[in-house]
């Protein structure tokens, strides 16, 4: 990288640039997850990767730096592929081999957009990251309005293009915290202007996004706005203990008398769960997981094992533990080294105003500990996309700034 990145300008419009191009096309393809390919879940944003990296091992694209988080996540695919090697090796594995690769191909899979997204926004990140942020947000307002429409006329667990409910909400905190990330460099100067401009994009997403029922979701827009808030300058320089005493159970009535008017279905969901009930079997599989956790910690039982030695057809729904149980403890470690490395950089770097985004970066993987704790983020491909911003912003602010 040489020079200064100096963020969105004119010969962005009037001249052609492959990445740009190709970022510009995986923001308009990403909510599009709902294709089966070879029994693997697949979505359109998918051929975006492929083609990239097909110009990147033919040297029409280049890979310039490797910036942070980079280590912690190859060590954690290391650790997956050594627990898949001692499966195989076993003498007294009960898995299967197929679901094995069938799960190292999902992973891989979501991976490629870790690397991939590190490539397309380097050599000018500022203004590449704006520019994938404003073609999200134009595209998630669209389905949005899209999905607000089927909520208001009875549609049950609103799912968009991705036909699963707890996708979608992921990804509409995704478009949410994109939004944040250009709202502070909007060309309006007025506050009066930007407040309209905010409510009307926030009314169709937070309409869809309490309309899919997730009640991860919910949780994930609680922590993210948690940590969006407390990142925010004018905040800190006022914050102290009483503040904080305040904010969480503010946040926590308005969000309590929202989702009761927004979407009553979502708490009768809730009382279900802190009843023991409609969790899906999660609470059970999670306690037989512990159990081959303590009889398997280095190795695991090998990625993509743990529904044959928990006995269930589901998967555990949690991400931590699943690393663990499949790649050991190493393995659920690491992962919980990628969230804290990323999180840590986003409040460091939160109080620098050139440094794009931290807070709204940093506030989504906070979001993500929610989906983490009810799903297996690591086949999220909004949750590598982020690592990868967060990563590249960092090194683009040590490269320019330091």
């Known amino acids: 990288m040489t020079g200064k990145d100096t963020g969105p300008s004119l010969p962005l419009i009037i001249r052609f640039d492959l990445e740009e191009f190709l970022l510009i096309c995986l923001a308009i393809l990403l909510p599009w997850q709902s294709f089966r390919f070879a029994g693997?879940?697949?979505?359109?944003?998918?051929?975006?990767?492929?083609?990239?990296?097909?110009?990147?091992?033919?040297?029409?694209?280049?890979?310039?730096?490797?910036?942070?988080l980079t280590r912690e996540v190859f060590g954690l695919l290391i650790a997956i592929l050594l627990s898949f090697i001692y499966f195989l090796l076993s003498a007294n594995n009960r898995g299967s081999i197929t679901t094995g690769l069938v799960d190292l191909t999902k992973l891989f899979a979501s991976v490629a957009y870790f690397g991939i997204t590190i490539v397309l926004l380097q050599n000018n990140v500022k203004?590449?990251?704006?520019?994938?942020?404003?073609?999200?947000?134009?595209?998630?307002?669209?389905?949005?309005?899209?999905?607000?429409?089927?909520?208001?006329?009875?549609?049950?667990?609103?799912?968009?293009?991705?036909?699963?409910?707890?996708?979608?909400?992921d990804y509409l905190i995704f478009t949410l915290f994109m939004f944040c990330i250009i709202l502070d460099d909007f060309p309006v100067s007025n506050r009066y202007t930007k407040a309209f401009l905010s409510i009307g994009f926030l009314f169709p997403i937070t309409i869809s996004l309490f309309a899919t029922e997730s009640r991860a979701g919910?949780?994930?827009?609680?922590?993210?706005?948690?940590?969006?808030?407390s990142m925010n300058q004018e905040f800190q320089k006022k914050l102290n203990l009483s503040h904080i005493f305040t904010l969480v159970p503010g946040l926590v009535f308005i969000m309590y008398h929202a989702t009761r008017y927004l979407s009553p279905g979502t708490i009768s969901r809730f009382q279900l769960v802190l009843?023991?009930?409609?969790?899906?079997?999660?609470?059970?599989?999670?306690?037989?997981a512990v159990e081959v956790l303590v009889n398997s910690p280095i190795f695991g039982v090998g990625w993509g094992q743990h529904q044959e030695y928990v006995g269930s057809f589901y998967e555990l729904h949690n991400t931590v533990l699943q690393?663990?149980?499949?790649?050991?403890i190493v393995g659920g470690l690491l992962f919980i080294a990628i969230l804290i490395?990323?999180?840590r950089s986003s409040i460091q770097w939160s109080g620098r105003p050139t440094y794009v985004g931290s807070a709204a970066m940093g506030s989504f993987l906070t979001a993500s500990i929610s989906f983490s704790i009810f799903?297996?983020?690591?086949?999220?491909?909004?949750f590598w996309i982020v690592l990868?911003?967060?990563?590249?912003?960092?090194?683009?602010?040590?490269?320019?700034?330091?």
């Open 275 to 288: 009843a023991g009930e409609d969790t899906g079997g999660r609470f059970t599989r999670w306690r037989s």
């Open 218 to 229: 919910l949780g994930a827009l609680f922590l993210g706005i948690l940590f969006y808030v």
């Open 127 to 169: 203004k590449r990251i704006h520019l994938f942020a404003s073609w999200t947000v134009v595209i998630g307002l669209l389905i949005s309005i899209w999905t607000t429409v089927n909520a208001l006329t009875g549609e049950y667990r609103v799912s968009g293009p991705f036909n699963n409910p707890n996708l979608y909400a």
């Open 40 to 68: 693997l879940n697949t979505g359109l944003a998918d051929i975006i990767v492929f083609i990239s990296v097909f110009l990147l091992l033919f040297g029409a694209l280049k890979l310039r730096y490797i910036p942070s």
């Open 341 to 343: 490395r990323g999180i």
């Open 388 to 402: 990868a911003m967060i990563g590249s912003a960092e090194l683009y602010y040590y490269k320019n700034h330091v």
């Open 323 to 328: 690393v663990s149980v499949d790649a050991g």
């Open 375 to 382: 799903h297996n983020t690591l086949n999220f491909r909004t």
